[in-house]
């Protein structure tokens, strides 16, 4: 529907802001068609460096781009030594979201050449963030339980390297599997919140650094991708699958928002929700516990029943996550560490065909209005 002149929509609902190749949503059927491929057929079959190579560059690598690229994004894993030591320094009550922040700002002060902005240059950049982001998470998340940050090892796949560094096993193909699906999964989301930010940062030419601290700004919020540390925490105060009917009765009648349900698009179905459910079921029967599995369905069967509101990526992607070992608070972190492939894509995109992004406001305030001096 075309919009009015002057007419407002709040949260700027349906608003159609670019012109984009990189991907689609269907709310209706409901579908995510990434770079022409639907996320039912990406799952599964693409590792997250074919992934993020396919967002990068608009098409899938062939295998010696591969070789090439897998060997790049290893040889800029490595974090310099000023930003483990900051990882050091702050204090274990941060929230993790906010040190990710500063660490990708650190990196932007870091590099000599952070404000140049051709198109070689920002490619190389968002290769280095999309490789060094996990290192951040894993240095953080061990050095908050009092371990030493593991090398990274350049013998692993970008998952399963990110995994070793964050829990210092190797993992089995099982959970790597889920592990590289969720990476996947997250990479890209159209013009969600946090990739908008990236957006209308890079349209005032400002850095890629920048760009990606607003999207890690925006992401951390529990409306956006903190909505999984909430899932989590919420399946916990659940607590049993008894207890969801009654837990979900007082929360919609308290108005609360529940984390994992509800999207601006999908009002039918979230279809990375319906795999990823899939694969927390799977993951369930496998180690035999589906403790976390059965109270998110009965939790999942009352929304459906008192307020038809469907579950969200995060809903199950909270307890699979779980599952294979990860804590809640690192869990949009995880998030995060998928993101900057997409958000890469809209960077690239956006810089590539730059116009400023500056849209209008409806004046309801005061008019007419004069200064009395005293
Ligand atoms: N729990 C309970 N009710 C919800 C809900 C949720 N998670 N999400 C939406 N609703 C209700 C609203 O209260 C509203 O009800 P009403 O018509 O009776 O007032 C109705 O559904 C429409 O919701 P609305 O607030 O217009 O949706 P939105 O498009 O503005 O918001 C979200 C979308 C994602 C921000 C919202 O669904 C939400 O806050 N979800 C929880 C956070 C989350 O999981 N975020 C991750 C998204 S991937």
Redesign the pocket.
Known sequence: MAQKDNEVRE?L?GVVAFESTISHIDGTVPELVIRGYDINDIVGNLTFEQMSYLLLFGELPSSIQLTDFDAELKSLRQVPKSVLAFLSSVPKSSEPMSILRTAVSMLGCIDSESGLNDQNSVLIKLKSLIAKIPTIVAAQARINVGETPLQPDLSLSHSSNYYYMVTGEVADEKTLNAFDAVLVIYAEHEINASTFACRVVMGTESDIYSSVVAGISAIKG???GG?ID??MNMLKEIGSAENAENYVKD??AQ??????????VYRAG?PRAHVLKRMTLDLANSRNDSHWFDIALEAEKQ?ASL?S?IP????YAAPLLSHIGFPVILMTNVVTSARIAGWSAHILEQYGKNRLIRPRAKYTGKSGLKIHKP
């Open positions: 949260g609902e529990p409306l956006h909505a909430g899932s929360a919609l108005k609360r928002k529940l984390p994992g349900f509800g999207h601006r979230d929304m307020k509101i969200n990526v995060d809903y």
